[in-house]
Nanobody, 120 residues
Framework: VELVESGGGLVQSGGSLRLSCEASGFQFSTAAMSWARQVPGKEPEWVSCIYNDGRTFYSDSAMGRFTVSRDNAKNTLYLEMKNLKPEDTAVYYC???????????????WGQGTQVTVSS
């Protein structure tokens, strides 16, 4: 399993970013995929997941601002983030799974993540 996140950056509060996660080494099209984020010294926080049938779920903090999607032809997961807030600042990771516990099954395959920094 290999996961490569990209698309992070520095944005002002209220700005937008689109994260991507390129996946390989497993059958992406049949896997539920999640995004999680982590700030130094804290446990990862689950953000969103999308099942293989397209159902999506979001954390309370992400609901209404973030949109998760997938392109099975490209083995790629996306996270569209709008109205970003300083508290969204974190390293964002993707992995198969529906929550942090199941994402951790693939912890050895987590990529470097992509840093999102939101300035106030």
């Amino acid at each position: 399993v290999e996961l490569v996140e990209s698309g992070g950056g520095l944005v002002q509060s209220g700005g937008s970013l689109r994260l991507s996660c390129e996946a390989s080494g497993f059958q992406f099209s049949t896997a539920a995929m999640s995004w999680a984020r982590q700030v130094p010294g804290k446990e990862p926080e689950w953000v969103s997941c999308i099942y293989n049938d397209g159902r999506t779920f979001y954390s309370d903090s992400a609901m209404g601002r973030f949109t998760v999607s997938r392109d099975n032809a490209k083995n790629t997961l996306y996270l569209e983030m709008k109205n970003l807030k300083p508290e969204d600042t974190a390293v964002y990771y993707c992995a198969p799974g529906v929550n942090v516990a199941t994402m951790r099954i693939f912890a050895s395959s987590w990529g470097q993540g992509t840093q999102v920094t939101v300035s106030s």
